[in-house]
């Protein structure tokens, strides 16, 4: 049985087969209650388990951030996501999230700055609620919304600037 990334946490650990991660990434991506369509039918077939795999990575930054209820342990476990990612890069993963975006992510050439960012714009919730501006609207985009419009390039086969500065309009819009 899989758990979202909160009872998940209380979980005990356990190590986690390549198979049983993309298991678990699509499970995530196709049963967490605030869910919508992650993948579409539009999408071809050959990406569906690597959309469920970023949509993961997002779901528990997200829940990392909202859903624990207590501002410093949500930073804590954002910075342990953060250091789980970098893992990652590093050719150490182990939470079944990372097992299965490190194909993902090497397949695609994903940079690792847009992980990050979604990272930062989680960490940026814990203590801001309203923004003043919308230049402080626009900034705190750059973190929390253009880095998705990113990732779904990269996924597609994109990473240009054209069309990243393109995608970086429609998601801050």
């Not at 469920?52 to 930054?61: D, I, L, M, P, Q």
């Not at 209820?69 to 993963?93: N, Q, V």
């Not at 960012?117 to 989680?122: E, G, R």
Request: aromatic share 16%.
């Amino acid at each position: 049985m899989y758990l979202p990334p909160v009872e998940f946490l209380k979980a005990p650990r356990r190590d986690w087969s390549a198979g049983e991660s993309l298991d678990y990434t699509r499970w995530l991506a196709t049963h967490h209650y605030e869910n919508f369509h992650v993948v579409s039918f539009l999408l071809p077939k050959r990406l569906h388990q690597d959309f469920y795999n970023v949509y993961s990575f997002c779901r528990w930054a997200d829940d990392l951030g909202d859903e624990i209820g207590d501002t410093s342990e949500s930073l804590r476990l954002l910075a342990w996501w953060r250091t789980e990612l970098h893992r990652m890069y590093d050719g150490a993963a182990c939470h079944p999230v990372f097992v299965a975006l490190q194909g993902t992510a090497a397949k695609h050439q994903l940079p690792r700055e847009p992980f990050d960012d979604l990272i930062t714009a989680f960490e940026r919730d814990q203590s801001t609620t309203r923004y003043r501006t919308f230049a402080d609207v626009f900034e705190y985009c750059r973190y929390s919304a253009n880095p998705v419009g990113r990732l779904v390039l990269g996924l597609c086969g994109y990473q240009d600037a054209e069309r990243y500065a393109l995608s970086d309009a429609t998601c801050t819009a």
